[in-house]
């Protein structure tokens, strides 16, 4: 299959379900478009080394939050992140900023620390099961059931203290 056609179909079936995660893993609609891209890049690039032993959705998204920890490892990120009025400009106008913010499941995902809002993304939101998400953060499938457990704790919590009565 030709390199075009070869990162196309992966952009059809999985470019929405990594812009999300990029998205919730950011906080920033552009930082997650350009995650994204790089994404697909390193994806098409190594693709002949993909040995296979987890699903392309699986190893798709093991990239994609190595990108994000990249751009949120650049000093550039941390200002940015630290400025809450330039963030508030920044992302104001942004249609799926204003979906995800009157959403409060999404607001209080976005509340969690990253490791935690990682594994609530690919639980949830990526419907990954907890082997699969082992295989992506690089641990044992016990430690992402605590792991798992803890966020959801957290998740609670602040649930919680939004309003949301448990059930």
Same mark, same amino acid.
């Given at each position: 299959m030709p390199a075009e056609q070869f990162l196309e179909r992966l952009m059809d079936e999985y470019g929405n379900t990594v812009l999300r995660m990029c998205y919730l893993y950011l906080k920033d609609y552009q930082l997650a478009e350009d995650a994204v891209q790089e994404?697909?890049?390193?994806?098409?690039? =190594?693709? !002949? =080394?993909? !040995?296979?032993? =987890? =699903? !392309?959705?699986? +190893?798709?998204?093991?990239?994609?939050?190595?990108?994000?920890?990249?751009?949120?490892?650049?000093? +550039?990120?941390?200002?940015?992140?630290?400025?809450?009025?330039?963030?508030? !400009?920044?992302?104001?106008?942004?249609s799926i900023d204003d979906f995800l913010e009157k959403d409060s499941i999404s607001a209080a995902v976005m509340k969690l620390q990253a490791n935690d809002r990682q594994i609530i993304v690919l639980h949830y939101y990526q419907e990954l099961s907890v082997k699969e998400i082992a295989s992506v953060i690089g641990k044992t499938e016990n430690t992402t059931r605590q792991r798992l457990n803890r966020a959801r704790g957290k998740m609670r919590k602040i649930l919680t203290e939004a309003g949301y009565e448990e059930n």
């Open positions: 994404t697909f890049i390193k994806a098409m690039k =190594s693709y !002949e =080394s993909f !040995e296979h032993k =987890s =699903s !392309e959705k699986t +190893w798709l998204i093991r990239i994609a939050i190595n990108c994000c920890k990249n751009i949120m490892r650049n000093r +550039w990120f941390k200002i940015r992140q630290n400025n809450p009025e330039e963030n508030a !400009e920044r992302t104001g106008n942004d």
